[in-house]
C-alpha cells in the first residue's frame, strides 16, 4: 500500500489538553512510543465514538475495550430504550470494534443518575438478568451513586445482591460530588453485601480517594478525562507515588470532549517523565486484564489469536465498511476517500 | 426423556466434562420444575462459560441417528453450547398448551419470545437452530420469517441452511424470500432442505427477475440459481435459459441444460436438444445438481 501524508485539520483528536505525541500526528503505535505496547481502554463509551475512533485506536496499540453501561446523555423514558442499548452493547458495537481488530467487552447495568426515575428502575433492573451472563459481559456496572439519594442506594444494592448471586465483578462509578463519601459508602455497601474487594473496580478515582481505595484492598481505575476528572500528568505522579499495583488507567470517552488516545497518551506521557515501563504496561494492559479477566470472559487469546473467535461471530450481511475492505493497516491509508 | 434430548444428552457427555454436564443437568432440572424465568434467562446465557464453544463431535452413526429422528436436523455443525442451549429450550414447561403459546409467542408473560429479542448473535444461532426441534413448531412461524429479515448472516444461515424448519412450516411467501435471500447473500443453495419439493412457480419468477437485474448490471448469477427453475419455466423462462446456454461459462451451461431436462415443455426438451453432449450426460446420470454442491 502505498504512503499518504496529510494535513493537521485531517488529524483525529487536535486536543490542546493532551500532548500529541508527535507532529504527524496519527503515526502507528511502534512510531509513536518507541515500542512496541499493547493497551487496554478498560472504560470508555464507544456507541458515542465514530467508526474512525476505532481505526485510529488500534494504530495506536488499543487491543481490547470495555463498554460500561451507562447514562446516554438524554434521559431514557421507557425500558425498551434500555433493553436496545443493551443489545447494541452485546451485539452491534462488538461486532463494529471486531472489524478494527479491536476486542470489544461490557458491563451491564442501571447507571446511578437514571435510578432516580424509580418506575423506569424496576423494570430495568428487571431486564439485567437476560444480558448479564451473556459471552463477553464482564461486569455489573458502571453502578453506584450520583446524588447519593435514596433511590439510588436501593438500586445500587439491588444490583449488589444480583453480582453475588451470579458471581461477578462489579464496576463502580464514584460521583463528580461529594466524590470520596460516595466512594467510601461504594466500598462499604459492596462488602457488606459479600463481594470481595478484589471483585471490584472503583472507577474516577483522583488524590483524594486513591489512599482509601487502594488501602481497602479494591481496584482503583482512574479516568483521563478532561475538566471532570483525572489529567495525564496528574496521572503520572499518582503512579509515581503509589506505584502501579491494582492502579488501571481508562478514557471514559464518551459523546462529550474527551479522547478515545487518553490511555497510549497517558502512557507516552508515564514513559516521557520516567516510569519505569513495566510500571507503564501494568497500569494501561496488565492490571486491566488481571482484574476484568477474573470472570472468565475476557482473555489474551482473545486478541492474540483473534481467528479462533470469529467464525460464529460475524455480522457478513451487514457491515460499516461499506464496500471498503476490513483490516486496514494504516490510518493514512483511509483517510484520503478516492 | 424424548428421542431429541436423549441424543443431545450422549452427545455432550461425549464432549463436555463431567462437572459442566453437571451443571447443565442441575438447570434443565430446575426449569423443567417451574424455576422463576431469571433461571433460565440467566442460564441460558451462561452456556458457553461452564460448557464452552467446541464444536460437537459427531460420528456418521450420530448423525444418521439424529436424521432418524427429525428428517433434515443435522447438528453436524454444532457446538456443545448450542446443543446445551437446545436442551434448556426443551425443558420449559410445555404440557399446557395455553401456557406454551404465552411462553413461546404470547403477549402476557412472552419468556421465549424475550430470550430472542434479547438475545445475541450466539444466542440467536442457537435459537433459530433449535426451532425444528421445539414443542408445537407451528407456533414459531411468524418467528422463522423474522429471522429471515436478519442483517446477520450466520443468523440468517443457522435458519435457511440445514434446517428443515423452512420446508416444513413456512408459507410460500416467506419461504421464496428465504431461497431468494440466500441466493443474494451468496449462501449455497444446496444446503436448504427441502428446496426441489418447496419449489414453485413464483419462486421460479422471482429467481429469474433477479437473474435479470444482475445481467442488467453486468454481473454474474450462481448456477445453483436455476435448480428451482427448470419445473416452472414458461416461455420467458425458457428464453432465459436459451441464453445462458448459448453464452454461459460451463458451469451456467450445464445448470442450465439441467433446468431444461427437469421442464415439461417440449419447447425446453427442443431446446436441450441442440446441446446432445449435456443431454446425454444428464440422461446417463453423469451431470446432476450434485455436482453444483460447493464444498
Known amino acids: 500500500m502505498k504512503k499518504r501524508t496529510y494535513t493537521n485539520s485531517q488529524c483525529p483528536m ?3 489538553q493532551f500532548p500529541m505525541p508527535n507532529a504527524q ?33 488500534r494504530e495506536y496499540g488499543i487491543v481490547a475495550v470495555i463498554e460500561p ?22 451485539g452491534w458495537e462488538r461486532f463494529r470494534a471486531s472489524q478494527f481488530g479491536i476486542q470489544h467487552y461490557c458491563t451491564i447495568g442501571l447507571n446511578p443518575k437514571e435510578a432516580n426515575n424509580e418506575a423506569l428502575a424496576a423494570e430495568v433492573i428487571e431486564l439485567l438478568p437476560l444480558y448479564a451472563c451473556k459471552e463477553g459481559v464482564v461486569a455489573i456496572g458502571e453502578i453506584g451513586y450520583d446524588d447519593m439519594t435514596e433511590a439510588e442506594d436501593k438500586y445500587f444494592c439491588q444490583q449488589l445482591a444480583l453480582a453475588k448471586e451470579l458471581d461477578m465483578l462489579v464496576l463502580i462509578h464514584t460521583p463528580h460530588r461529594n466524590k470520596k463519601a460516595g466512594a467510601i459508602q461504594s466500598m462499604e455497601r459492596c462488602i457488606e453485601y459479600g463481594l470481595d474487594p478484589s471483585q471490584v473496580i472503583i472507577d474516577h478515582n483522583n488524590e483524594e480517594t486513591v489512599e482509601e481505595v487502594l488501602g481497602r484492598g479494591f481496584w482503583a481505575a482512574f479516568t483521563i478525562y478532561p475538566q471532570t476528572k483525572m489529567g495525564n500528568a496528574r496521572m503520572v505522579e499518582v503512579v509515581r507515588k503509589y506505584g502501579c499495583n491494582r492502579i488501571i488507567v481508562d478514557s471514559s470517552a464518551d459523546w462529550g470532549i474527551s479522547d478515545p488516545l487518553a490511555v497510549p497518551k497517558t502512557a507516552q506521557l508515564m514513559l516521557d517523565r520516567g516510569i519505569p515501563e513495566e510500571h507503564v504496561r501494568a497500569v494501561c494492559y496488565e492490571n486491566a486484564l488481571a482484574a476484568y479477566s477474573q470472570t472468565g470472559q475476557m482473555k489474551a487469546s482473545d486478541w492474540l489469536n ?7 461471530q460475524m455480522f457478513n450481511g451487514n457491515s460499516v465498511l461499506r464496500g471498503q475492505e476490513p483490516g486496514i493497516k494504516s490510518v493514512s491509508d483511509f483517510v484520503l476517500i478516492e | 426423556m424424548s428421542k431429541v434430548n436423549k441424543l443431545l444428552h450422549h452427545w455432550l457427555s461425549k464432549s463436555i466434562s463431567e462437572k459442566a454436564f453437571a451443571w447443565l443437568e442441575q438447570k434443565q432440572t430446575q426449569i423443567y ?28 452413526q450420530d448423525l444418521e441417528a439424529a436424521e432418524d429422528v427429525i428428517p433434515g436436523w443435522y447438528p453436524g455443525n454444532w457446538s456443545v453450547d448450542q446443543a446445551g442451549r437446545t436442551l434448556l429450550l426443551l425443558a420449559l414447561p410445555r404440557d399446557d398448551a395455553e401456557a406454551y403459546v404465552r411462553v413461546s409467542f ?25 426451532l425444528p426441534l421445539l414443542p408445537h413448531p407451528e407456533l414459531h412461524r411468524h418467528r422463522a420469517a423474522e429471522g429471515i ?19 416444513n412450516y413456512l408459507d410460500n411467501a416467506a419461504w421464496n424470500q428465504m431461497v ?30 433477479y437473474a435479470h437485474e444482475r445481467w442488467a448490471a453486468k454481473r454474474s448469477v450462481t448456477p445453483e440459481l436455476w435448480r428451482p427453475v427448470g419445473r416452472f419455466a414458461d416461455s420467458t423462462i425458457i428464453t432465459d435459459l436459451e441464453k445462458v446456454l448459448a453464452n454461459g461459462d460451463t458451469a451456467e451451461q450445464q445448470a442450465a441444460a439441467l433446468a431444461c431436462a427437469e421442464s415439461p415443455l417440449p419447447q425446453a426438451q427442443a431446446l436441450l436438444s441442440c446441446y446432445p453432449d449435456l443431454q446425454s450426460s444428464i440422461q446417463q446420470g453423469n451431470l446432476t445438481w450434485n455436482d453444483f454442491n460447493r464444498k
Not at chain 1, 453501561?69 to 443493551?86: H, I, M
Not at chain 2, 408473560?109 to 433459530?128: C, I, R
Open chain 1, 14 to 16: 487536535p486536543n490542546a
Open chain 1, 25 to 57: 500526528c496519527p503515526m502507528p503505535n511502534a512510531q509513536l512510543l518507541n515500542h512496541t505496547m499493547m493497551f487496554i481502554d478498560p472504560h470508555i463509551h464507544m456507541c458515542s465514538r465514530t467508526t474512525y475512533d476505532y481505526l485510529v485506536m
Open chain 2, 180 to 209: 431468494l435471500k440466500a441466493v443474494f447473500v451468496g449462501s449455497p443453495l444446496h444446503l436448504i432442505w427441502g428446496l426441489d419439493q418447496r419449489a414453485n412457480p413464483e419462486l421460479a419468477r422471482m429467481l429469474a427477475n
Open chain 1, 306 to 312: 483473534p481467528q479462533s473467535i470469529d467464525q460464529r
Open chain 2, 33 to 60: 420444575s417451574g424455576a422463576a424465568e431469571k433461571v433460565f434467562f440467566t442460564a441460558f446465557s451462561a452456556v458457553p462459560r461452564y460448557l464452552g464453544k467446541e464444536d460437537l463431535q459427531l460420528t456418521f
Open chain 2, 106 to 130: 404470547g403477549e402476557a408473560a412472552p419468556t421465549l419470545d424475550q430470550v430472542f429479542s434479547t438475545a445475541d448473535m450466539g444466542e440467536l444461532v442457537a435459537l433459530y437452530q433449535s
Open chain 2, 149 to 167: 429479515r436478519s442483517n446477520m448472516s450466520n443468523v440468517f444461515q443457522a435458519i435457511a441452511l440445514r434446517n428443515p424448519y423452512p420446508a
Open chain 1, 69 to 90: 453501561a451507562f447514562w446516554l446523555g438524554q434521559p431514557r423514558t421507557n425500558a425498551g430504550t434500555f433493553k436496545d442499548y443493551f443489545s447494541s452493547l452485546v
